[in-house]
């Protein structure tokens, strides 16, 4: 009943600038907190960065000060800012979402979108 697509992936030069969009939908009661994660070929999945319903934010380490998220409530959207991209910021990039069901209210469940493809390549 839910489904998260991601938009905005592609192939950009190190230093250059990238912004990745997520787009929840279906039939959705609430969302505590959205959030991307990447994968880079033959490493586990990480969590890039955190955005929940009152707006608190959290980051990886490696992407402090160059990645900005945000999040439309009323959307149900969530934007990442890259900025100064670097070649091991590379991977797919996957939207994730910590939300109840209209029909499951008591339960809180994980969607996953289908991920994006980021290169930072010269």
């Known amino acids: 009943q839910v489904q998260l697509v991601e938009s905005g992936g592609g192939l950009v030069q190190p230093g250059g600038s990238l912004r990745l969009s997520c787009a929840a939908s279906g039939s959705i009661f609430s969302i505590s907190a959205m959030g991307w994660y990447r994968q880079a070929p033959g490493k586990q999945r990480e969590l890039v960065a955190v955005v929940t319903s009152g707006s608190s934010t959290n980051y990886a380490d490696s992407v402090k000060g160059r990645f900005t998220i945000s999040r439309d409530n009323t959307r149900n959207t969530v934007t990442l800012e890259m900025n100064s991209v670097k070649p091991e910021d590379t991977g797919v990039y996957y939207c994730?979402?910590?939300?109840?069901?209209?029909?499951?209210?008591?339960?809180?469940?994980?969607?996953w979108g289908q991920g994006t493809q980021v290169t930072v390549s010269s």
């Open positions: 994730n979402a910590r939300l109840r069901l209209q029909t499951v209210t008591n339960f809180e469940y994980i969607y």
